[in-house]
């Protein structure tokens, strides 16, 4: 029940000897303190490559996460916390070159990759465990933003959605936006986004950043406009048009002009960009500010 529904429990053991073994595995991850360096380890090809047919190009097709995670670190090397909690978001800890890192991706196979109250709440939980022990953040982001509707409303999606961004904004360790394939609404800053300042903002050429894909913002902004089109052809037209619109004002290249972003990169090429990146984000002044602390929203 804690590691399915409350999501108090990190991992399920059948027993205690396994219990053991994935606790001794917890702890090569993460360092004795904050002011020891994480142990390293000796560095490993993935087990598959990352490709840009790893990832669907079409949003709407959902897809496992775990191979594009398994694509970028090294062999068999990633420990995901609460898999059986708020499987729209993975977390967990793996190694790029020997090194730890922390992971959090959406994952566009469950409930299509959205942001509800329980992932939220394990994002930050994770973010605030990566920041304590000094483990730099990369985020995956697939994401179609945060849910609405009146019952998560009542959740308090808006807390908890605060707590996951409260958390990414006060991280001090490097954080690395990688947007996969979309980033939309306040989804982008739930994931590292440009926003609050990451060492790097990087996308794949396929990927888009917008407050909504283009199909969703023309409804909404354009609905009475369509609805008057009586003749099928004409609207369809009028739709296609106003969504070639909408995509040429957030393409990412048109982004990577205005400073938005800071690369456009092949999947293939990925893992060592961010390899390299982290070398250098290591050795940045991570003192940001003198205040005792944050008021975070829980």
């Not at 999501?7 to 020891?36: C, M, Q, R």
């Not at 990414?168 to 994931?191: E, H």
């Not at 888009?208 to 023309?218: D, L, Q, T, W």
């Not at 609905?223 to 369809?236: S, Y």
């Amino acid at each position: 029940m804690h590691c399915t529904v409350s999501g108090v429990g990190d991992l399920l053991a059948h027993d205690d000897t396994e219990a053991i073994e994935l606790a001794k595995l917890y702890f090569s991850y993460v360092p004795l303190n904050w002011h020891s360096p994480a142990p390293t380890y000796h560095a490993e090809e993935p087990s598959e490559p990352l490709t840009r047919h790893t990832i669907p190009e079409r949003e709407s097709v959902p897809f496992d996460v775990h191979d594009v995670i398994d694509g970028l670190v090294d062999q068999h090397s990633f420990f995901e916390l609460k898999p059986l909690f708020a499987g729209e978001l993975v977390v967990g800890f793996g190694r790029m070159n020997g090194e730890s890192v922390g992971i959090l991706a959406n994952n566009s196979a469950v409930k299509g990759g959205v942001l509800f109250t329980d992932s939220a709440d394990k994002a930050a939980r994770f973010i605030w465990l990566c920041d304590a022990f000094s483990i730099p953040l990369i985020y995956l982001a697939d994401v179609p933003g945060f849910m609405i509707g009146s019952e998560v409303e009542r959740g308090g999606i808006i807390r908890h959605g605060a707590k996951m961004v409260s958390a990414v904004a006060s991280a001090t360790v490097p954080q690395f936006c990688v947007v996969i394939r979309k980033a939309y609404g306040a989804g982008l800053y739930a994931m590292g986004g440009p926003g609050f300042g990451p060492d790097a903002t990087i996308v794949l050429p396929t990927a888009r950043i917008a407050v909504m894909g283009p199909e969703a913002a023309v409804n909404a902004v354009y609905a009475n406009k369509i609805a008057e089109i009586a003749d099928p052809d004409t609207r369809a037209a009028y739709v296609a048009q106003k969504r070639r619109e909408y995509e040429e004002d957030v393409d990412i290249e048109r982004l990577a002009a205005d400073l938005v972003i800071d690369q456009i990169i092949e999947a293939d090429s990925l893992r060592a960009e961010l390899i390299a990146r982290l070398a250098y984000a290591a050795h940045r002044d991570r003192h940001f500010s003198a205040k005792r602390r944050d008021v975070p929203p829980v």
